[in-house]
């Protein structure tokens, strides 16, 4: 069967509809503006490397030199947050006092006022450092956390409140995080991979802070400790706020004793209960090590 044709000569309210058909076809739109093509599988190098690069550039466009990492838990409630929890748990218990999961519930509510103590250090801590560190406009040492609640909040909050910039890098995850309100809005960005996000927490890292957390926070502990130990970083101080917390989560002396560790991989972390410890192992590591860095 021969194929039929089609005239060319065409009025023009024809051709206005073939040309509208053309430019509205998803072939005609330009790559760098097709979400759809850029969200192919095929296209993941290209999204890796614009990862990379969007955070890098907007963070040397305003001249962070570098940072200071503070990881922990999403779940650590400021102070008065928690009180106001445990008494509504407390009232709800006493209602019921047969009702086990009640009981559990203030349980838990009283162990989240103690850990409440390590909201308000980390904003303690992060305040300090943002003062001594910015009230000269040089943006070293500049505070960056995961951009979410619990501590990450505490310690954007902290240099908020000190009329200094912090930087969060946010991640989407299957529960939408957010990011807490105290983030410099310049300075905050949104990944999609983890690997990326890794990356940009350690590039200018001078210093690793974490205080009590969960899979996260030792997720980052332990990279930052074999980037460390396998010499893919340069040393940095690795500050553990709460030495009763750690000494019960991570037995360090165990791991050298059966030689999974070296003993002197035991001192690349210091332990600390106070923000001004923090602050003070921090400035003693680089003052031993002026030549990588500029200390007030």
């Known amino acids: 069967?021969?194929?039929?044709?089609?005239?060319?000569?065409?009025?023009?309210?024809?051709?206005r509809r073939l040309l509208d058909h053309i430019e509205s076809s998803p072939a005609?739109?330009?790559?760098?503006?097709?979400?759809?093509?850029?969200?192919?599988?095929?296209?993941?190098?290209?999204r890796l490397q614009l990862e990379l690069l969007k955070s890098e550039m907007i963070?040397?466009?305003?001249?962070?030199?570098?940072?200071?990492?503070?990881?922990?838990?999403?779940?650590?409630?400021?102070p008065e947050q928690a009180r106001r929890e445990l008494a509504q748990a407390q009232a709800k218990a006493k209602a019921?006092?047969?009702e086990y999961d009640l009981a559990q519930a203030v349980t838990r509510?009283?162990?989240?006022?103690?850990?409440?103590?390590?909201?308000?250090?980390?904003?303690?801590?992060?305040?300090?450092?943002?003062?001594?560190?910015?009230?000269?406009?040089?943006?070293?040492?500049?505070?960056?956390?995961?951009?979410?609640?619990?501590i990450m909040e505490a310690a954007n909050r902290g240099a908020y409140e000190t009329n200094c910039r912090s930087i969060g890098l946010n991640i989407t995850l299957p529960h939408e995080q957010s990011p807490n309100p105290f983030i410099t809005p310049e300075l905050s960005f949104q990944f999609?991979?983890?690997?990326?996000?890794?990356?940009?927490?350690?590039m200018r890292a001078k210093a690793m802070v974490a205080f009590p957390g969960g899979f996260g926070t030792l997720d980052e502990l332990f990279e930052t400790?074999?980037?460390?130990?396998?010499?893919k970083k340069r040393p940095i101080p690795i500050v553990l706020f709460g030495r009763e917390f750690w000494k019960r989560v991570i037995d360090?002396?165990?791991?050298?004793?059966?030689g999974m560790i070296a003993w002197e991989d035991t001192r690349l972390v210091a332990m600390v209960e106070t923000a001004e410890e923090g602050w003070a192992h921090i400035r003693n590591f680089w003052k031993e090590h002026r030549s990588s860095s500029r200390m007030p």
């Open 96 to 98: 019921d006092p047969g």
């Open 1 to 15: 069967m021969k194929p039929t044709t089609r005239s060319s000569d065409l009025s023009l309210d024809e051709k």
């Open 28 to 46: 005609y739109v330009k790559a760098y503006e097709d979400l759809h093509f850029l969200r192919r599988r095929e296209l993941r190098p290209i």
């Open 192 to 202: 999609h991979y983890f690997a990326l996000r890794k990356m940009h927490f350690m």
């Open 225 to 231: 400790l074999t980037l460390v130990q396998t010499s």
């Open 109 to 150: 509510a009283q162990m989240k006022v103690e850990f409440s103590r390590y909201y308000e250090e980390a904003r303690r801590f992060a305040a300090i450092i943002s003062r001594a560190q910015q009230s000269d406009k040089r943006l070293e040492f500049v505070i960056v956390t995961g951009g979410g609640p619990g």
């Open 59 to 78: 963070l040397a466009e305003n001249k962070i030199k570098s940072t200071v990492v503070v990881f922990g838990s999403a779940r650590v409630a400021p």
């Open 252 to 258: 360090f002396d165990y791991l050298a004793e059966t």
